[in-house]
């Protein structure tokens, strides 16, 4: 069983900063596709951002664009959500995923955010931004 663990979630002011981690198994790492999706109270889950594999194309959501960048730690096994100036509307649970599926460039632009494209999940790690 593959396991997705989060971490790196908290409480912080408006304007802050939080940086998420993703540990994954090497395998999935390197030959995986891993996004990060999240879900606030009453409202469904959607797409943060994507780091393709092989390519490292990198998509984000538009809520998030300019404020939010995902970055890969090879030597630890992990990818990072670097997430700066956040606001309370950032404030979910945040998950990552990963995606076995190998395609072209535009293939991922269009399908990064479906979520039953995605063969496992984390658990999740809460990040609440309030003052």
């Known amino acids: 069983q593959v396991q997705l663990v989060e971490s790196g979630g908290g409480v912080v002011r408006p304007g802050g900063s939080l940086r998420l981690s993703c540990a994954a198994p090497?395998?999935?790492?390197?030959?995986?596709?891993i996004s990060w999706f999240r879900q606030a109270p009453g409202k469904e889950r959607e797409g943060v951002s994507c780091?393709?594999?092989?390519?490292?194309?990198?998509f984000y959501a538009d809520s998030v664009k300019g404020r939010f960048t995902m970055l890969r730690d090879n030597s630890k096994n992990l990818v990072h959500l670097q997430m700066d100036s956040l606001k309370p509307e950032d404030t979910a649970i945040y998950f990552c995923?990963?995606?076995?599926?190998?395609?072209?460039?535009?293939?991922?632009?269009?399908?990064?955010?479906?979520?039953?494209?995605?063969?496992?999940w984390g658990q999740g790690t809460q990040v609440t931004v309030a003052s």
């Open positions: 995923a990963a995606d076995s599926y190998s395609g072209s460039y535009h293939y991922r632009a269009q399908n990064w955010r479906v979520q039953t494209l995605y063969d496992y």
């Open positions: 090497q395998h999935i790492l390197d030959h995986y596709a």
């Open positions: 780091i393709d594999r092989g390519t490292e194309s990198e």
